[in-house]
């Protein structure tokens, strides 16, 4: 379980990526998805990184896929929220939008 | 599918130093990628990035043992290069090649001067080459003793992940080495530079100290590597 209580920004990412690929998040799409939604390039090593923290939280699962030639005979590890991750990323989004809520600065559209 | 895979180098370093259960999936995620994108300078940014993102990870679990460990390099570092003039003389003194006056080479051993062996018809290259064998055999005691020791401490000690460590910390040590003695000494004629603003003390001890710490700390990462622990490894 999680020592922190909290998710962070960039964990936050993955665990939405994770969300909305489904079935088929495995690395590649799942930084696809993020950069797509950043703009930004992302690194995989990163990305695993994320996802073994949040494995560690309880709040990911996963299981290997089979090896495929595409891949030079590497199987592919595919990830999906557990309960507890949904029940943490409800959470976040919760906090989020209290702390986001009562900022006329950023309602107005300022920096 | 390109027609060219991905740097091997960059392959290489993945799979021996990033560390984690999770190395085979994200080497084969990098492999698919590559295939798309195409680009060596992305595959290098992302195996450099994920060695980061590795260490920092190992850094942030275990940050007993990532102390102890760099206490440890830093001990061998520093004691190996207090030694190695001595050693460095005792090793002069025992075994050295000499070319001779019929343009052949000794094998001299001043301790034991029994052991003189003579090998007739050899050319000033190839004795550069003996010399070299030599200086090698010198540095493999330096890292070995040092990985052997660490492994036996560690209670891990396998002589896969020996050579392992013993192989990768010689060839940081060689390329530390001829950095210092042949780029910066020779090339860059950097020592009286370096004389004048550091002293010769830290000169002196300091270019010898760094890449024995480097080689040090390689050595160790390269005896814990996936490879050593997973039971298939898959070649791209």
Redesign the interface.
């Known amino acids: 379980m999680s020592k922190r209580g909290y998710l962070g920004e960039f964990e936050l990412m993955v665990m939405l990526a994770l969300i909305r690929l489904s079935e088929n998040a495995?690395?590649?799409p799942i930084?696809r998805e993020i950069e797509a939604s950043s703009g930004r390039?992302v690194?995989?090593?990163?990305v695993?990184?994320a996802?073994?923290?949040l494995q560690q939280q309880g709040f990911v699962s996963s299981r290997?896929g089979e090896?495929?030639a595409?891949?030079?005979?590497?199987?592919?590890?595919y990830f999906r929220v557990t309960a507890n991750g949904l029940h943490e990323v409800r959470k976040t989004r919760q906090t989020l939008i209290s702390l986001w809520q009562g900022l006329p600065e950023l309602e107005r559209g300022k920096a | 599918m390109r027609g060219s895979g991905p740097p091997a180098l960059a392959t290489w370093l993945l799979e021996r130093i990033v560390p984690g259960e999770n190395n085979e999936a994200l080497a084969g995620d990098l492999l698919e990628e590559f295939n798309r994108r195409g680009s060596a300078a992305w595959y290098w940014r992302q195996v450099l990035g994920a060695i980061l993102a590795g260490v920092s990870k190992q850094l942030h679990a275990g940050w007993f043992e990532a102390g102890c460990e760099i206490l440890w390099t830093f001990g061998f570092a520093t004691v190996w290069t207090c030694v190695v003039p001595t050693y460095q003389d005792f090793m002069l003194r025992c075994a050295w090649v000499q070319p001779s006056a019929y343009s052949g080479l000794i094998f001299h051993c001043s301790l034991f001067r029994s052991f003189d062996v003579r090998i007739v018809g050899h050319s000033a290259s190839e004795l550069e080459l003996y010399q070299w064998a030599i200086e090698i055999a010198a540095y493999a005691v330096i890292v070995g003793s040092g990985v052997g020791v660490y492994l036996i401490l560690n209670r891990s000690f396998s002589l896969r992940r020996f050579w392992s460590g013993l192989l990768v910390g010689l060839f940081v040590v060689v390329i530390g080495d001829w950095v210092r003695t042949t780029l910066i000494q020779e090339h860059l004629l950097l020592v009286s530079r370096s004389v004048w603003w550091f002293g010769w003390a830290v000169y002196e001890y300091g270019f010898r100290w760094l890449p024995l710490c480097l080689a040090a700390q390689v050595s160790i990462w390269a005896t814990r590597s996936h490879w050593l622990q997973s039971k298939h490894q898959v070649e791209i």
């Open positions: 495995y690395g590649v930084s390039e690194a995989l090593g990163s695993y990184a996802l073994e923290r290997l090896p495929t595409e891949r030079g005979g590497r199987a592919k590890r």
